[in-house]
T-cell receptor, first 113, second 111 residues
Framework: DQQVKQNSPSLSVQEGRISILNCDYTNSMFDYFLWYKKYPAEGPTFLISISSIKDKNEDGRFTVFLNKSAKHLSLHIVPSQPGDSAVYFCAASAPNTGNQFYFGTGTSLTVIP | NAGVTQTPKFRVLKTGQSMTLLCAQDMNHEYMYWYRQDPGMGLRLIHYSVGEGTTAKGEVPDGYNVSRLKKQNFLLGLESAAPSQTSVYFC??????????FGPGTRLLVL
């Protein structure tokens, strides 16, 4: 049973515009959330995290928003660049579960020059 | 500074054979992880370690064993490989709660 879902397998955006990647979760106990980026034939790269005590976290062009009542988080990339073309994974964990993180299935972002 | 390295990069096994995947990190990280990634699925945690000499089960531990005898190395063993273990395996390390640095992956095909 997939506890973290990314319902959009792919997304295309024009260079310079905003990319919005979405992630939904079912476990209300999740309190820590992550986004990773993955290029083909490479391991994932950690991008940004957010704790459930916040609803927004920014790091440069990347901002993650958390809506706990909707069990939804999103990653905004502004402005989008061709180098952002990759697969993006969200992940979540609950307290007292050790280092167990549950990953979504990923969204493939293509930024069109 | 090589980061996280994985050996081998690719391997083909026959059903029933055994093998060990090696993960090495040179960042003095406490936490190390083994994940598998299958088509259409997210990364799933197999086993992890919170320090030298410790290991713990993740989401999908069956059919795998691990050891962390040295802080910089985390070994993943398959005692009797099955076709269901065909996957891409990623190792990761971190000094934070979450996996931060991933290796390039090992592609395993079990025939």
């Amino acid at each position: 049973d997939q506890q973290v879902k990314q319902n959009s397998p792919s997304l295309s955006v024009q260079e310079g515009r905003i990319s919005i990647l979405n992630c939904d979760y079912t476990n209300s106990m999740f309190d820590y959330f992550l986004w990773y980026k993955k290029y083909p034939a490479e391991g994932p790269t950690f991008l940004i995290s957010i704790s459930s005590i916040k609803d927004k976290n920014e790091d440069g062009r990347f901002t993650v928003f958390l809506n706990k009542s909707a069990k939804h988080l999103s990653l905004h990339i502004v402005p989008s660049q061709p180098g952002d073309s990759a697969v993006y994974f969200c992940a979540a964990s609950a307290p007292n579960t050790g280092n167990q993180f549950y990953f979504g299935t990923g969204t493939s972002l293509t930024v069109i020059p | 500074n090589a980061g996280v390295t994985q050996t081998p990069k690719f391997r083909v096994l026959k059903t029933g054979q055994s093998m060990t995947l090696l993960c090495a990190q040179d960042m003095n990280h406490e936490y190390m992880y083994w994940y598998r990634q299958d088509p259409g699925m997210g990364l799933r945690l197999i086993h992890y370690s919170v320090g030298e000499g410790t290991t713990a089960k993740g989401e999908v531990p069956d059919g795998y064993n691990v050891s962390r005898l040295k802080k910089q190395n985390f070994l993943l063993g398959l005692e009797s490989a099955a076709p269901s273990q065909t996957s891409v395996y990623f190792c990761a390390s971190s000094n934070r709660k979450h996996p931060e640095y991933f290796g390039p992956g090992t592609r395993l095909l079990v025939l």
